[in-house]
């Protein structure tokens, strides 16, 4: 269809050129008539000027041919096409010249003018599609409005394809995807793996049932295109060198803008966390002192009193002065169970990895529990030569100390809570076993849940409800996997802990 | 309470603590001295030389931890920080700063007087580098580089020896994990807390009685190390 558009233009222009010299030897003959003029052939210069200037060389060359053969009409014998002389040869050199010079000066001139026309309408339409999407708040925006500047410069459809998110690839916007085949989605999806994203514009047509298919698209370096047009063509016929130029313009400006969208939700989101880090910071360091402090000051009064000499020589004034110590002290595991799950909940927990020892961390925790476990017999069994583990010690720590205490709580005194380590495929394994009430179904499930206190627990122990719960996300923060297990009622609880043991490097020390 | 026991500068801003504090202190014959900003703190610091100084880092003029720079290196008073904020990275910067020792609150009153003891008898007479140091079972003759175990010679090796020099040299003090691994590797560049901990597993398989359940070598969680001093209540015993 557009060929033979092209074809009658041509044809035509060929026509204007033939009438053009038929114009001019009617007036020649004309001019003859009034005034006898030895060279007529001056006038047909003009039919070729004209030509060359507007219709290109091929018009201009035929107008020249023309016009020497209109020329020797004029000569002796008047109206005789005689092509011999000498002149008439100058002639058509002369003319043929003139046609090559003038068309090609006027074709330079006439492409200058086209394209500083069409790169004003260029520039015109990249300024309308950035005036649309610099408002765009999300990329929902970005995508519609490349979408229909692309569809509107291109008189086709076109659909965006981008990777959002993570979300495989996909059509964005409110662009189709039912009209793009299989094929286009495979070279789009190519596009955004082949790891080649230095190799800049990317463009393909694809052919398929008739129909044609372009795909778009603009990688930066080292990163894959972040929007792909394809461009439904009916038939062979795809855009032109121009459209695709402009087409990947309106896609770098689009991909800029996701860019610059993105940064700044990034930005907005950083801002609002440090602010919500500071509040929370403020918060937990105002509860910590404002509960810690008078607690300091009843402790260590507890304390000083207790080992007083006047009170350590009578039994129940020291009795009384170390109840007040034990209470303050329960009290101040409340307050730093509190302090954790605040810190649990509000996702602030970025764990400090170090190489330890798993002794390390146990004898730590053993030691910090003591007193709590004072009524019950620990039976521990290492293993010999433990790998060392990357953890942050006073988390795990600290998870250790509230089963520990946990397990004391709800288990008889005197009866023996038993911890072993193993190391088995790749972890190391911590069990804490206990000769207590054993699990119900629903424990089993929902001993980790924050604020969970087992239905059949005496109501007598005092807890939060957090001590576990803390404890199971402290480990996870490490890696680790914590679970826990009963062999029925009364046949106590079983925690396992599972701690990842880090590819090992060698380490030589160097030493002797 | 006498005039000739150890003077102690208390530089708290709560007056319930400093109460404690001076009815905790002047029960063992302590001499109490009170202050409660960074400014009178350093002032009464300067001005009467006190054997030990008690600091709570939140004053309202300032940082405590000022104090703990400013008395670094030519002062003979010793530094126990006081803190509600249990926070590991916190108490290595304090230590690394000079501080000789660091305290959460709530503590009990028994642990803060073993601590302050400890701290004050290596102040008054700095281990000179020829004593012998012992710790249970265990002698260390620094200036022979020699060590026993229940009379017994234990071989150590060069990096061992000198892992184990700097404990006795500060004992009762935690030294952190970077001032360990610079007094054993010196300026070799040496950062890792992996090379410290095989160290110490191996130093510790050679001293210890059960070396799964350290008695001398006690590690400080996410801090560093300490060489016990048997004057030292471990933390439940205080309780």
Not at chain 1, 150 to 168: I, K, W
Not at chain 1, 253 to 258: F, M, R
Not at chain 1, 293 to 317: K, Y
Request: net charge negative; hydrophobic share 45%.
């Amino acid at each position: 269809m557009r060929r033979d558009f092209e074809l009658r233009k041509r044809l035509r222009r060929y026509a204007q050129s033939a009438l053009a010299v038929l114009a001019a030897t009617a007036l020649a003959a004309m001019i003859v008539k009034l005034l006898p003029l030895l060279h007529v052939s001056t006038i047909f210069i003009v039919p070729v000027l004209v030509s060359a200037m507007w219709w290109g060389l091929g018009p201009a060359l035929l107008a020249a041919a023309l016009s020497v053969m209109m020329g020797t009409l004029f000569y002796t014998p008047r109206f005789s096409f005689h092509v011999a002389e000498t002149a008439d040869i100058l002639d058509l050199a002369i003319f043929s010249i003139v046609a090559v010079v003038i068309s090609r000066l006027a074709g330079r001139a006439r492409e200058q003018m086209r394209r500083a026309l069409s790169g004003e309408a260029e520039v015109r339409r990249l300024y309308a599609l950035s005036r649309d999407i610099s408002s765009a708040a999300e990329p929902g925006e970005i995508y519609d409005a490349v979408a229909a500047h692309l569809s509107r410069l291109l008189h086709r459809p076109v659909a965006l394809l981008a990777e959002e998110n993570g979300q495989p690839l996909r059509a964005v916007g409110s662009t189709a995807a039912e009209d793009i085949p299989p094929v286009v989605w495979e070279m789009a999806s190519r596009l955004l793996h082949s790891h080649q994203y230095g190799v800049r514009p990317v463009t393909e047509m694809i052919r398929q049932d008739g129909q044609s298919y372009l795909v778009c698209a603009l990688a930066e370096q080292n990163q894959p295109p972040a929007l792909i047009a394809a461009v439904i063509c009916e038939g062979e016929e795809g855009p032109s060198q121009d459209e695709v130029g402009e087409t990947l313009a309106m896609l770098e400006q689009g991909s800029k803008s996701l860019t610059r969208l993105g940064v700044v939700q990034a930005l907005d989101e950083r801002r609002l966390r440090k602010r919500t880090d500071e509040l929370r910071d403020i918060l937990l360091n105002s509860v910590a002192h404002e509960l810690r402090t008078p607690l300091s000051g009843v402790l260590g009064a507890a304390t000083a009193l207790a080992d007083a000499p006047c009170i350590a020589g009578d039994w129940r004034l020291s009795n009384l002065a170390r109840l007040i110590a034990e209470e303050s002290d329960r009290l101040n595991a409340v307050i730093q169970d509190a302090l954790d799950a605040t810190r649990v909940r509000s996702g602030a927990l970025v764990p400090r990895l170090e190489w330890v020892e798993i002794s390390d961390v146990l004898n730590g925790a053993l030691e910090r529990s003591a007193q709590r476990l004072g009524r019950h017999r620990v039976d521990i069994s290492f293993m010999s030569h433990p790998p060392l583990l990357r953890l942050d010690a006073p988390l795990v720590e600290q998870a250790l100390i509230n089963i520990l205490e946990n397990a004391a709580k709800y288990t008889p005194e005197q009866s023996v809570i038993g911890i072993s380590i193993r190391h088995e495929d790749g972890h190391i394994t911590l069990q804490i076993v206990d000769e207590g009430p054993g699990l119900s179904d629903q424990d089993t499930e929902r001993m980790f849940d924050m604020g969970y206190r087992g239905e059949s627990q005496n109501d007598a122990v005092l807890g939060t409800g957090m001590g576990l719960a803390v404890a199971k996300v402290f480990i996870e923060a490490n890696s680790g996997v914590i679970s826990a297990q009963s062999r029925g009622a009364d046949k106590g609880t079983q925690v396992e802990i599972r701690l990842p043991v880090p590819p090992s490097r060698i380490i030589v020390l160097n030493d002797d | 309470m006498t005039k000739q026991g150890p003077l102690v500068l208390v530089i708290d801003d709560e007056p319930q603590m400093r109460r404690l504090l001076t009815a905790g202190f002047e029960l063992q014959n302590y001499r109490i001295l009170q202050a409660g900003t960074v400014k009178s703190g350093l002032e009464a610091a300067i001005l009467h030389s006190p054997d030990l100084i008690i600091l709570d880092l939140a004053l309202p003029d300032g940082d405590g931890a000022q104090i703990v720079e400013r008395f670094r290196g030519w002062s003979g008073s010793g530094v126990i920080v006081l803190s509600v904020i249990k926070d590991e990275a916190e108490k290595v910067r304090l230590l690394e700063l000079g501080a000789d020792d660091y305290v959460t609150k709530p503590f009990s009153m028994a642990e803060l007087l073993a601590r302050a003891k400890v701290v004050m008898r290596r102040h008054a007479r700095a281990v000179s580098p020829d004593a012998v140091i012992g710790v249970g079972s265990l002698k260390v003759d620094l200036a022979n580089r020699q060590v026993t175990r229940n009379g017994r010679a234990v071989q150590l090796s060069p990096k061992e020896f000198r892992l184990l020099n700097a404990l006795a040299l500060n004992q009762g003090k935690v030294l952190t994990h970077n001032q360990l691994l610079k007094e054993v590797w010196g300026g070799a560049g040496v950062e890792d807390v992996q090379y410290l901990r095989i160290l110490v597993r191996k130093l510790r398989q050679k001293i210890e009685d059960d070396f799964e359940r350290p008695a001398y070598i006690i590690t400080e969680l996410g801090v560093g190390y300490r060489l016990r001093n048997l004057e030292q209540h471990s933390r439940h015993d205080a309780g």
